[in-house]
């Protein structure tokens, strides 16, 4: 299948990257002239384990490839994917489709032969409809079908989402449109992996709700860890007993400084949105969003408590600051909200992160960035462990406490339990939920 991909972020260049890997001919097509040009010298503009490896390998087969030049690419494609950003709206949190009806419109001048124009991106309901007018429109003689094809993909493990997916879910109304999209994922149909096809509608609900089950699940268990503190209970206990439960699964029980990232927090703000405007308001969806903000200002006071109530001339070790371990992302981290008010208290906030560097030193203005977690809590009075990236997970903690000055260890994630820290030369530790 020949493909062309819009797009160059995160979910286009992985979904580009990984269609190529299976044999397909993919055109990758982003304006911005200088990503392009990283692309095409074997640089990859994001962190993705295992990216960088299957960019070299395509290309090498002559199967992915990367433009500025939309005219041919469209012309020549079987299916073109749009999986552009849809960022929430300032003002009213619904998703901003800018960007998708722009591509849509610029496709349709270029469509040649019978196409099947994809959305990958996260739109709401009803957005596949409007993209078909509007190719429609731009382009009357134009022989096409929109399908919805929502991506799951979590960063840090993107290619192994993509390649071993729990489902694929197609929004494909017509025999050929179908057709087309059997095709392109025949691997994974080969292979037994679920392909779900179903009307447009149904298709884009089904990324919103998924998305904001997996964010409720989180919220649940970071309330429960709270009243997990007052009554004496462990939180780890807790999730583990009712993770066992086949109707709950353990995943997503693991109790922290709250949800962030590019998708839920995006995700839940325009499905609350979307209820809104259809007079069902999604009242779960919406205490979850309100809780998850609170979730992240209880951190801040754990923070406190161990600087003896105020950090105001403390200096802070903050290891980790993307909003999960392996990836460079820093969108609607906790760090942001976190690190900032540290600041604004008073603190000296000395960072290590493995690769938020790049995005953070723009996003976290004021912190010291060190090499590693020993730089970072060089004469810090408390050290905090914000992001569990594997480097963290094996600390030195005897070695670690001796460069500090204080010796309270925050741990935001439940990586050490008490009794390690302790045993480390810490004097207090704190956790989530214990």
Known sequence: MRIAMIGTGYVGL????????????VIC?????????MLEAGEIPIYEPGLDALVAKNVAAGRLSFTTEIAEAVATADAVFIAVGTPT??????????????AAEEIAQYLQGYTVVVT??????????????????ANPEADFDVASNPEFLREGAA??????PDRVVVGAETERSQSVMGDIYRPLFLRDFPIVYTDLESAEMIKYAANAFLATKITFINEIAALCEKVGADVKSVAKGIGLDGRIGNKFLHAGPGYGGSCFPKDTSALARIGQEHAIPMQITETVITVNEQI??????????QCGGSVNGKTIAVLGVTFKP?????????????????????????????????????????VVWAEDAYGAAQDADAVVLLTEWNEFRALDLPRLVTVMRGKSFVDLRNVYSKEDVLEGGFTSYTGVGR
Request: proline share 5%; glycine share 10%.
């Open 159 to 164: 290619i192994d989402d993509f390649m071993r």
């Open 296 to 305: 992240k200002n209880r951190m801040i006071d754990k923070i406190r408590e």
């Open 14 to 25: 992985v979904s580009g990257v990984c269609f190529s890997d299976f044999g397909h001919d």
């Open 89 to 102: 709206r300032r003002g009213d949190g619904h998703a901003d489709l800018t960007y998708v009806f722009a």
């Open 29 to 37: 097509i982003d304006k911005a002239t200088q990503k392009i040009a």
């Open 120 to 137: 990958k991106s996260t739109v709401p309901v009803g957005t596949n409809r409007r993209v078909a007018e509007v190719v429609a429109k």
């Open 326 to 366: 392996d990836t460079d992302d820093m969108r609607d981290a906790p760090s942001l909200t976190i690190v900032p008010n540290l600041i604004g208290r008073g603190a000296t906030v000395q960072v290590a992160d493995p690769q938020g560097r790049r995005e953070g030193e723009e996003l976290l203005p004021g």
